[in-house]
């Protein structure tokens, strides 16, 4: 409970008074832009008979996936490695006779260039043993887009207590609380993307002909922001 003072001639409580009502609004904004990076996954497979035959070809095709990644430059802004594996294969039957050996390494690429996705991951696909898989579109954790919903939001909220306020005949007096109740929709690392995702897997298309780019699409992020806000107003006459 709060104790007044000379300074403080009313003490503050939950629900307001009669001599200072108070209104409980939320606002919500709902954006709809363009994304700003997208996500490729890249898998490079090997098989062999021995280990080390399957270990030699997985480097030499991890390689020419990375290098064909950064020859794009800034287009592509950041590659990462992720799992490696060398798993034997048995032979069927008895024992633990080894048959063969499979290696396998995935790698991501994130590219803010819309315009060199298309033509990168045909290229890509059309390596051997090679699978790629998205693209996976979103926002950067810094977007603008994200300031603005939240912004947009604030003001939906003052905008609909003052509406609420005129419904009594009076004004706004002052702002009590503003809280952030999930101010923005961060996008999980890959996610699910109906429409704008891509599967290929190419095993040693010739040499001499090369495959036509990937016509992509960017899909449409969607942006959402909420607050809740409790103001005082002027006492009106009921």
């Known amino acids: 409970m709060t104790t007044p003072t000379p300074h403080d001639p009313h003490p503050a409580v939950p629900y307001g008074t009669p001599d200072a009502?108070?209104?409980?609004?939320?606002?919500?904004?709902?954006?709809?832009?363009?994304?700003?990076?997208?996500?490729?996954s890249i898998t490079v497979a090997s098989r062999g008979k021995d280990r080390r035959t399957a270990l030699d070809d997985l480097t030499h095709r991890n390689t020419t996936a990375l290098n064909l990644l950064k020859s794009y430059g800034e287009a592509v802004e950041r590659i990462?490695?992720?799992t490696f594996s060398?798993?034997?294969?048995?032979?069927?039957?008895?024992?633990?006779?080894i048959h063969a050996h499979h290696g396998r390494v995935h790698i991501t690429a994130?590219?803010?260039d819309f315009t060199?996705?298309?033509?990168?991951?045909?290229?890509?696909?059309?390596?051997?043993?090679?699978?790629?898989?998205?693209?996976?579109?979103?926002?950067?954790?810094?977007?603008?887009?994200?300031?603005?919903?939240?912004?947009?939001?604030?003001?939906?909220?003052?905008q609909r207590a003052r509406e609420y306020a005129e419904?009594?005949?009076?004004?706004?007096?002052?702002?009590?609380?503003?809280?952030?109740i999930g101010a923005e929709n961060t996008p999980p690392a890959y996610p699910a993307a109906p429409g704008g995702r891509m599967r290929s897997m190419a095993y040693g298309a010739p040499a001499d002909t090369a495959a036509a780019p990937l016509d992509l699409e960017p899909q449409r992020q969607h942006v959402h922001a909420q607050v809740n806000a409790r103001f005082t107003m002027a006492p009106p006459q009921l």
């Open 86 to 97: 060398i798993t034997p294969q048995l032979k069927e039957g008895r024992g633990e006779r």
């Open 21 to 40: 009502p108070r209104i409980a609004v939320r606002g919500e904004a709902h954006l709809e832009v363009d994304p700003e990076i997208a996500r490729i």
């Open 167 to 180: 419904a009594l005949g009076t004004t706004l007096a002052a702002l009590v609380e503003l809280a952030d």
């Open 110 to 112: 994130e590219l803010t």
């Open 80 to 82: 990462e490695t992720g």
């Open 116 to 158: 060199a996705l298309g033509e990168l991951t045909t290229r890509l696909a059309d390596l051997d043993l090679t699978r790629v898989d998205g693209p996976w579109w979103a926002l950067r954790p810094n977007s603008p887009a994200h300031r603005t919903a939240r912004q947009q939001a604030v003001r939906e909220a003052v």
